[in-house]
């Protein structure tokens, strides 16, 4: 399994400008896929590229101690990493700002021998947004050369695409590059054109489940009803649960179920990664959903 993608520090308080207190972390869509399948037995590459500064290595500890293999990792010594600043209130969706750096991947950082010798290559539209695109192209274009099963989740934040027509465009292309498609149902007008075709559509609707198509055959699971601190990170969670139970070959509504017991596990403390169950805890967690 190959991903690639932006990771960030992440600051989290209540209202920050009245707050004394904050939890500092680390965060990205596909680091949080990387450290859920790696926690699952799975073999993980992550490339990104962060700034020679603490926050940048944070990150590649935290993904090296969970065995996501970083080699291609890159440290740009001349940028700092970047940081999210994301603000909880009570009943509402959090605040999000993002403080974006220099630090881009460039289209020659991608090793298409090591995506060419994955089973699965991930990426998201968080990626497509972050002016890393060139990088990710590239990588999609090896996965696909190489007869590589290409994932995607359409991961839309309004934040990051000021002009919806533009986003509309962009991850319409990159939707129907994917052999595996996460979508929220919020996401589906967006990506029209590739909900048609043989590829396998999941469709995420939060508490009232999910359903996914495969050989033009729909299988549903119920979402989980479990205490929740902070969903951030769960439908990365949910992503890394489905495509471990797709890469051991398990039936479409049990890729579901594992995909919303890593969400549960997620959104269960205030990061999006630390509290993701291991392979040790997963039998016994799967038999009790």
């Not at 990493?81 to 909880?88: K, N, P």
């Not at 969903?231 to 139970?245: E, I």
Request: hydrophobic content about 45%.
């Amino acid at each position: 399994m190959y991903t690639l993608g932006e990771a960030f520090g992440v600051v989290t308080s209540g209202r920050i400008r009245h707050e004394h207190e904050a939890r500092l972390d680390v965060t990205g869509a596909e680091f949080t896929v990387a450290v859920g399948l790696s926690r699952l037995g799975h073999q993980v590459g992550w490339l990104g590229k962060v700034g020679d500064d603490e926050l940048g290595a944070r990150i590649l500890m935290a993904l090296r101690g969970e065995g996501v293999d970083v080699s291609d990792a890159r440290v740009d010594e001349a940028a700092a990493t970047g940081l999210l600043l994301r603000e909880s209130r009570l009943g509402q969706p959090p605040w999000v700002s993002y403080y974006r750096t220099a630090v881009r991947l460039a289209q020659g950082n991608v090793p298409i021998d090591r995506i060419a010798a994955s089973r699965v290559l991930h990426v998201s539209g968080i990626t497509a947004a972050l002016s890393a695109r060139d990088a990710m192209n590239a990588a999609i274009r090896a996965a696909r050369t190489a007869g590589v099963a290409v994932s995607v989740s359409v991961d839309y934040h309004d934040q990051l695409w000021p002009d919806l027509r533009e986003a509309e465009e962009i991850l319409s292309v990159l939707a129907c590059s994917a052999d595996v498609l996460f979508v929220r149902q919020s996401e589906l007008d967006l990506v029209k054109p590739a909900l048609s075709g043989d590829r396998e559509v999941i469709v995420i609707r939060g508490s009232r489940g999910a359903s996914v198509r495969v050989d033009g055959v729909r299988h549903d699971a119920p979402g989980l009803s479990t205490p929740v601190v902070d969903r951030n990170g769960s439908g990365d969670a949910f992503v890394a649960g489905y495509l471990s139970a797709l890469l051991e070959g398990l039936h479409p509504a049990d890729r579901l179920r594992r995909g919303f017991l890593l969400g549960a596990f997620a959104s269960s403390g205030p990061s999006d990664w630390q509290g993701l169950p291991t392979r040790t805890e997963l039998p016994l967690l799967e038999l009790d959903t």
